[in-house]
């Protein structure tokens, strides 16, 4: 006989680095479904990969709205076509993002390191 596995709030803060505050506040937006024993919150694996997702898109940048609608999409009777589809979109979105970022640090870091040479020259000379 197998035992399904479930999570305590102090399981899954702890497994993923966050707040029992964070995990409640992903609750009260409706993200987070878990059972209830009294006072007790009960997580399932559904919880856990929901909360690791969210997670994922908090890296990636997305907004908890974004997430949602992501995760809304889940319709593994038509294979998750229109989630994955649009997954692939914020990605591709994340990505010229961080890409954009990437080229502004670079181009500040040159500036930076002008700025630098012309103090060390100008010291220098003096």
């Known amino acids: 006989m197998s035992t399904v596995k479930t999570y305590s709030i102090s399981d899954l803060a702890a497994e993923f680095d966050i707040t029992p505050r964070a995990i409640r506040f992903y609750e009260s937006e409706g993200l987070l479904n878990p059972e209830r024993q009294g006072q007790r919150r009960i997580y399932h694996q559904k919880d856990y990969v929901l909360l690791k997702l969210i997670l994922r898109g908090k890296r990636l940048g997305w907004s908890l709205a974004e997430s949602k609608e992501l995760i809304d999409l889940y319709d593994p009777e038509q294979r998750n076509i229109e989630q994955y589809s649009q997954v692939l979109f914020k990605v591709e979105e994340s990505r010229q ?30």
């Not at 961080?98 to 010291?123: C, G, P, V, Y």
Request: proline fraction near 0%; hydrophobic fraction near 40%; charge should be negative.
């Open 97 to 126: 993002r961080l890409e954009q970022q990437r080229r502004d640090i670079d181009l500040l870091l040159l500036e930076l390191d002008e700025h630098k040479a012309r103090i060390e020259q100008a010291m220098a000379e003096k």
